[in-house]
Structure formats: structure tokens, C-alpha cells
């Protein structure tokens, strides 16, 4: 969760079997006016298909994001794009 920021590290991508790689929204939020982040979300999309991995892509906020998450063949996206956080009886009406 929160690849890139804080303790993630990528000492630990080879150290524990993760599955899915969550990259943080603070790259998201700044990939559309900063060429330096999108290239960093590239990277990290297939570093982590390089690896097995899956890439869920956190806060997207607009549509422009999402397609261009899209582009990069990020599997998972999630932010107030798609819906705000939700309680569980609303999540399930979602899935319903």
C-alpha cells in the first residue's frame, strides 16, 4: 500500500510475495502536469508486471487520469473518480 512514500521500500518487493503493488495517490494527483511522475508510474506498472504483479492506482480524481492509468495497463484504480468512500450498506448497494 502506498508504494513510494513513507516505509514502502523496494528492498521489500523481493523480500515478501506480494501479488499486487498499490502505487500512492501523491504520484497520481501530480502525473498530469509533471512528466517526472508519469514516467515514475510507468516505471513502477512494469517493474511490477515484470514481477507478477497486479498495479492498483490510488486517488484518481479525474477521467484524464484514469485513461491514461489505462494506457499504462494498470489492472485497479480507485479514487473519487469512480465513487467517494461509501459505508458498508452503500458499498453493497454498489456491488448489488
Same mark, same amino acid.
Given at each position: 500500500?502506498?508504494?513510494?512514500?513513507?516505509?514502502?521500500?523496494f528492498n521489500y518487493l523481493h523480500r515478501f510475495p506480494f501479488d499486487i503493488l498499490k502505487i500512492d495517490r501523491a504520484f497520481i494527483g501530480t502525473m498530469v502536469p509533471?512528466?517526472?511522475s508519469r514516467q515514475i508510474i510507468k516505471s513502477l506498472v512494469l517493474l511490477s508486471h515484470d514481477l507478477g504483479?497486479? &498495479?492498483?492506482?490510488?486517488?484518481i480524481e479525474t477521467s484524464f487520469e484514469e485513461?491514461?492509468? &489505462?494506457?499504462?495497463h494498470a489492472e485497479y484504480g480507485q479514487g473519487f473518480h469512480f465513487s467517494p468512500a461509501v459505508g458498508e450498506a452503500a458499498f453493497l448497494a454498489l456491488l448489488g
Open positions: 500500500d502506498d508504494f513510494g512514500t513513507g516505509y514502502s521500500s509533471n512528466r517526472k504483479m497486479d &498495479v492498483v492506482a490510488e486517488g485513461e491514461i492509468l &489505462v494506457e499504462l
